[in-house]
Every structure is written in structure tokens, then in C-alpha cells.
């Protein structure tokens, strides 16, 4: 979810959203890899930079409702919510593998049928190494942000290396010494950190849109 101006909007089905990027499109963002923000990454903390409007839908919602949600404001997931309570999160990938793979009805499948619980989450206190951590220990991409079991944010794996790029150098020394990996070998925890944002190996600048090409990774400039 880009980072920016965040307000609420209710649409007509009573669903809770925040906006998509102002240009409507997911974007890419490169940094010189010596840009630092002006507090150090390793104090940083989820709170710092999570969203805290969260799109959020009720259990009883029906995929549709949720594709067409997430198609509208540009963004890949919804965290489900019963009785101010978040309970589970679909993403889009959630939607091809438990929809449409199965040929199932967006019309009649409804949003607790095919949502991810219980929900993996952080609190907003929560290292932003830490926060790297869980999500490459589970394999996911987004992580939900609780505050006494309540809902206070949403925060992604580029969120954070928008932010402090140097995390993944952190991170991956980090699972090398604990031995910690989501699914296969430390180097596909690394590749796939990598392609969330990193270093280009033609330019040397950071970026969001890397490509591996002949064991390098690449910006959009550079596989011109």
C-alpha cells in the first residue's frame, strides 16, 4: 500500500477503505543506496511508518465485493473484520488460489470461506527488523499490525525497504546466523527479499523493480 496523504471513505456495501495512489497506479521508487532517513533504521519501529487506515471488510462480504474493493483503490489485500475484531486477511493471490482455481462463485463465496486466520500480526512496537522477520519466517508479504487485539495498521515488506532499503543486508545476515527460512534455503529468502527492493547490479541505485536477469538483478532502466 504506498505511503502518503491516508483518509477514510465508506462506500454504499459499508466497507471501510483508504485511497489508492494518487496517480492510480502502483509506481516504482528509486533511491540512491546511501539515502538514509533522518533516524536510524535499526530504531525504527512499526508504528513509524504502518498504515493506520486499514481497508477492512465483514466476514459475511462476498469475494466480489473484495476483488472489485481491491481493484478499485489499487491495493492487494483486506483484512476481515467481526465485530471490530480482525479475524482473518485476503490477499490476491488468496482469490486465484481458493476462487478462481477452483472455479468456485465470487458472487456466492464469501469472505470468511477463503480468508487466512488466524492472523499473523505485529504490534506497533515491533522493530521493523523484527516485522521483516515474521514475514519472511511465514512467507507472506503484509502483516497486520494489533494493539490489544484491536486493529492499528497494516504494514508491507516495501513499506519497509521504501524506507530503510539497508534492511535487507540486515535481515539476511540475520536468518544466515539463525538458520531461519519460510520454505527452502536461505537463498530464496534472499532472492525474494532482494525482488521486494534492492541495490541494482548495473547502476548501483536502489529500486522496487528489480529483475533477475543472467545472476544479475536489474532496475527497468538497466534491462533496457
Same mark, same amino acid.
Given at each position: 500500500? !504506498? ?15 483508504? !485511497? ?33 487506515? &486499514? ?71 515491533? !522493530? ?74 548495473? #547502476? ?6 528489480? &529483475? ?6 536489474? #532496475? ?5
Amino acid at each position: 500500500m !504506498p505511503l502518503g496523504n491516508i483518509f477514510n471513505r465508506t462506500l454504499s456495501v459499508g466497507l471501510n477503505v483508504t !485511497p489508492r495512489h494518487p496517480t492510480g497506479r502502483r509506481h516504482t521508487l528509486q533511491l540512491k543506496r546511501s539515502t538514509r532517513m533522518s533516524e536510524p533504521s535499526h530504531t525504527m519501529s512499526v508504528r513509524d511508518i504502518m498504515a493506520v487506515n &486499514v481497508v477492512t471488510i465483514a466476514p459475511d462480504a462476498t469475494v466480489l465485493q473484495a476483488a472489485k474493493l481491491m481493484e478499485q483503490m489499487d491495493i492487494g489485500s483486506v483484512v476481515i473484520v467481526d465485530r471490530q475484531r480482525p479475524v482473518g486477511i485476503i490477499t490476491e493471490a488468496d482469490i486465484v488460489r481458493r476462487v478462481i482455481a477452483r472455479e468456485a462463485d465470487p458472487k456466492t463465496c464469501v469472505a470468511r470461506d477463503i480468508m487466512s486466520s488466524p492472523i499473523i500480526h505485529v504490534t506497533p512496537d515491533t !522493530p521493523l527488523t523484527e516485522a521483516m522477520r515474521v514475514m519472511a519466517r511465514s512467507g507472506i508479504r503484509r502483516v497486520v499490525v494489533l494493539k490489544n487485539d484491536s486493529l492499528a495498521g497494516l504494514i508491507t515488506s516495501r513499506d519497509i525497504l521504501r524506507w530503510s532499503p539497508e534492511l535487507i543486508d540486515v535481515l539476511v545476515e540475520s536468518l544466515r546466523m539463525k538458520g531461519e527460512a519460510s520454505s527452502g534455503p536461505i537463498t530464496e529468502v534472499e532472492d525474494e527479499l532482494i525482488a521486494y527492493g534492492g541495490v541494482c547490479d548495473g #547502476c548501483g541505485e536502489y529500486s522496487t523493480d528489480l &529483475v533477475l536477469e543472467d545472476g544479475k538483478y536489474l #532496475c527497468e532502466a538497466c534491462r533496457r
